[in-house]
């Protein structure tokens, strides 16, 4: 089946700095890849959509300058969580779509873990 | 606007029981519907899906889904349920523009 790797799985980090999340498709090309924020015994909410050599769609309420995409290749996006706050502490998920001929299949990443202290 | 509603924020069974998660949706054309499970601290697993035919859809770990357009659900089920089961459980509509429920936490008693 497909596999999405995202790294790191947990990550700790000082107020202030920026944290780099990568997402990869290891057995697919995906085109669009999702990025979803999880807060604790919530459902996904839905970040941005990234396509493959184009800038991200984000959703309402997102800041696209907090949260930079960037999706360089068929088989990798990144998520930058720049000048991180307590608040931005989360369980962040990608996921990588592929299009299985009626209709587009998304497999999720393991998730990342994001502590801001 | 799309919508997905998962009426049961939590549901416990007994091992060997049989289940069901109800799941209903708002979507402005055939949807696609998804059921996804979640582990703690994990990423989400497709169980099942449904884009059109049959539907009575069958999906990984004995689980199975029956879309029903009339009642706009696409509730999921299980005959017999394993300890390993429990989890929380997403159902997703959409394609690209992808939304989920607010999940079930599933609690499976010895």
């Known amino acids: 089946g497909a596999v999405v790797s995202q790294h790191p799985s947990r990550v700790i980090c000082k107020s202030g700095t920026s944290v780099k999340i990568e997402c990869r498709s290891l057995?697919?090309?995906?085109?669009?890849m999702f990025w979803y924020r999880q807060f604790p015994k919530q459902s996904l909410m839905l970040m941005a959509t990234?396509?493959?050599?184009?800038?991200?769609?984000?959703e309402q309420g997102v800041e696209k300058d907090k949260f930079l995409i960037n999706h360089a290749s068929l088989t990798l996006s990144t998520l930058t969580v720049t000048s991180a706050h307590p608040e931005d502490s989360s369980f962040y998920i990608c996921?990588?779509?592929?299009?299985?001929?009626?209709?587009?299949?998304?497999?999720f990443g393991a998730g990342t873990r994001l502590s801001v202290l | 606007a799309q919508s997905v509603t998962q009426p049961d924020i939590h549901i416990t069974v007994s091992e060997g029981a049989s289940l069901e998660l109800r799941c209903n949706y708002s979507?402005?054309?055939?949807?696609?519907l998804f059921w996804y499970v979640q582990s703690p601290g994990q990423g989400l697993q497709l169980l099942l899906k449904?884009?059109?035919?049959?539907?009575l859809v069958q999906g990984i770990k004995g689980f199975e889904a029956e879309f029903k357009r009339s009642q706009s659900s696409f509730n999921l089920r299980k005959p017999s349920v394993h300890w390993s089961d429990a989890a929380e459980y997403f159902c997703?509509?959409?394609?690209?523009?992808?939304?989920f429920g607010a999940g079930t936490r599933l609690t499976v008693k010895p």
């Open positions: 990234s396509n493959e050599g184009s800038k991200a769609t984000y």
């Open positions: 997703a509509v959409g394609n690209n523009d992808m939304r």
């Open positions: 449904y884009f059109s035919g049959d539907t």
């Open positions: 996921s990588a779509g592929t299009w299985l001929g009626t209709g587009n299949i998304q497999y």
């Open positions: 057995d697919f090309q995906a085109t669009t």
């Open positions: 979507y402005g054309a055939t949807p696609y």
